[in-house]
């Protein structure tokens, strides 16, 4: 089925570690973002893509980095983590940024 | 910086009841969309709204954009259990859309 995959589904790290979360979409999609869900604090954005080769910080882009080599792929790296980093991550993707976003299934990530 | 709230926090109805949840912003937003999210999914775009005032219907569930582009409303029709999940809405600012908590709905068989 087309859409947004993303993995793992659930990832436990220890305080300093490096990850990747991994997101791929088949729509052809130009645009593709990054949230992170918390408890009381809604999807807030990290960081986005308008297209191949460009990314640009989002609301809460601290500890994290990306890059998109391809249109499919929007990997998510986080070099060391902290326990504040603890959240359900989303990678979304759209035609572009100002239609309707289709969300991957998330990531539930817990630093301790 | 724009203050965004959506109300209720929490919902608890019977099916068959009718209810409706708000998104309220301090600011003037260009477009909103309304998602639902159901446990351990990502949000599912139900309905973008763009002109003020406007009114969308998709089947049991009513969409309202207010006249002042500034607030909107999801109206649920005879309520039923595959209607819980948690609604979000997500007005645009600028280029960029920037979401609500949103309201958390139960419905009861």
């Known amino acids: 089925n087309a859409g947004v995959t993303q ?27 990054w949230y992170r869900q918390d408890p009381g604090m809604g999807l807030r954005l990290i960081h986005y893509s308008v297209g191949a080769g460009i ?6 882009p601290n500890g994290y980095n990306v890059s998109r080599s ?15 980093q603890t959240s359900v991550y989303f990678c979304a993707s759209s035609e572009d940024r100002l239609n309707g976003y289709t969300f991957g299934s998330g990531t539930r990530l817990t630093v301790v | 910086t724009q203050l965004l709230e959506q109300s209720p926090q929490f919902l608890s109805i019977q099916e068959g009841e009718n209810l409706t949840v708000y998104c309220n912003s301090s600011s ?25 005032g ?14 002042a582009r500034k607030d909107s409303s ?9 209607d ?9 600012y600028g280029n960029q ?12 068989p």
């Open chain 1, 70 to 84: 391809t249109t499919e792929d929007f990997p998510l790296r986080l070099l060391s983590a902290a326990p504040s």
């Open chain 1, 7 to 33: 993995t793992p589904k659930f990832q436990v790290l220890k305080t300093g570690q490096s990850m990747t979360l991994q997101c791929a979409q088949d729509m052809n999609h130009e645009y593709m973002s």
């Open chain 2, 97 to 108: 859309f920037y979401f609500g908590t949103g309201t958390s709905l139960t419905v009861i």
């Open chain 2, 54 to 67: 406007e009114v969308k219907k998709l089947k049991r569930l009513t969409f309202q954009f207010g006249d």
């Open chain 2, 28 to 52: 003037v937003f260009s477009s909103l969309q309304w998602y639902r999210q159901e446990p351990g999914e990502g949000p599912v775009l139900l309905v973008t709204v763009v002109t003020g």
């Open chain 2, 84 to 92: 819980t999940g948690l609604y979000l809405c997500a007005p645009r």
């Open chain 2, 74 to 82: 999801l109206h649920i029709t005879a309520a039923q259990p595959g």
């Open chain 1, 55 to 60: 990314t640009d910080q989002g609301e809460v």
